[in-house]
Nanobody, 119 residues
């Protein structure tokens, strides 16, 4: 089994910053990519940003210029540095990983961490 543990959410004022972290552990042979998604209240889960083990990034227009995703392959950890936060960034942020466990590839989700941006 593979588990994801997220940290770094919280309450911040508009214009502030937060850094989310997510570490994968368990039966991991390799990680293809990791990333972050979010669910805004009443909405569907949407992409924030993903990064491959080779460093290729795919990010949403809403994240460009404000959020930076990075990955420490040695620690199986992905980070999301969020700057210039806005109230419409308020959401539950979910970590995601596409992992090769030895018996096949699996997609794993974290439990989610709440980010609240006050105006």
């Amino acid at each position: 089994q593979v588990q994801l543990v997220e940290s770094g959410g919280g309450l911040v004022q508009a214009g502030g910053s937060l850094r989310l972290s997510c570490t994968a552990s368990g039966s991991i042979k390799s990680i293809d990519n990791m990333g972050w998604y979010r669910r805004i209240p009443g909405g569907a889960r949407e992409l924030v940003a993903t990064i491959s083990s080779g460093g290729a990034i795919n990010d949403a227009d809403s994240a460009k210029g404000r959020f930076t995703i990075s990955m420490d392959n040695a620690k199986n950890t992905v980070y999301l540095q969020m700057n210039s936060l806005r109230p419409d960034d308020t959401a539950v942020y979910y970590c995601n990983a596409f992992v090769y466990s030895g018996s096949g590839y699996v997609t794993v989700w974290g439990q989610g961490t709440q980010v609240t941006v006050s105006s």
